[in-house]
């Protein structure tokens, strides 16, 4: 019986995923590592310091810490540009009318992302009143693929984790929420997200009459 959905941001609710794309690519065109698409999968629901690290062992590239921070510090500047200019009209359709559904069905609502600024993105785009909790990057010490993002998220939904199924568009993600012992689907190709329980397309296309039953 599901008593709490967890819904990650980047990807599930709106598409930063690829401005966090454009930025790193961008980034990595510095030295002259070619950014695919196939390669972005690997960065997505990592931290920031994550990205960067797969990103310079892409292109064999070795740095000092102090000159990593200051390119994880660039791409985040890049991307901060980036999103300021997000409106609430870049929601994925359907997914407030879904978020307000769940609620008026007694389920307790969270979002669970890996990023720092995910409490910027949310307040862009009016959103915050939709949840009943919010747990971003700067509340958790491991990044997915480890499940604390999600349990922390489930702990203050006072939902027991077995009771909860998370909205994933990442195959870090993936593996995080089922490490925590919750159920998921994965948003985005079946290639991709193979370990989901159920896989859509896009997030609203997840239909309440199958909750049970996955
Ligand atoms: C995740 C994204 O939600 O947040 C990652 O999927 C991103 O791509 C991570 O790197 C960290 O985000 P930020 O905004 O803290 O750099
Ligand atoms: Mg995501």
Known sequence: MIEGVIFDLDGVIVDTAHYHYIAWKRLAS????????????????????????????????HLPEAE???????????????????????????????????RSQNLKIALASSSKNAPRVIELLGIAHLFDALVDGTMITHTKPDPEIFLLAAKLLNVSPDRCLVFEDAEAGVEAALAAGMKCVGVGSAEQLGKANYIVKQTADFDLAILNKI
Do not use: D
């Open 30 to 61: 510095e030295f002259g590592v070619t950014l695919t698409t196939q390669q972005n999968e690997l960065l997505k629901g990592v931290s920031r310091m994550r990205s960067l690290e797969i990103i310079l062992e892409l292109g064999k590239i």
């Open 68 to 102: 990593k921070v200051a390119l994880a510090k660039k791409k985040n500047k890049w991307f901060v540009e980036y999103i300021e200019a997000i409106r609430p009209e870049e929601i994925f359709a359907g997914v407030p009318e879904m978020l307000a559904n769940y």
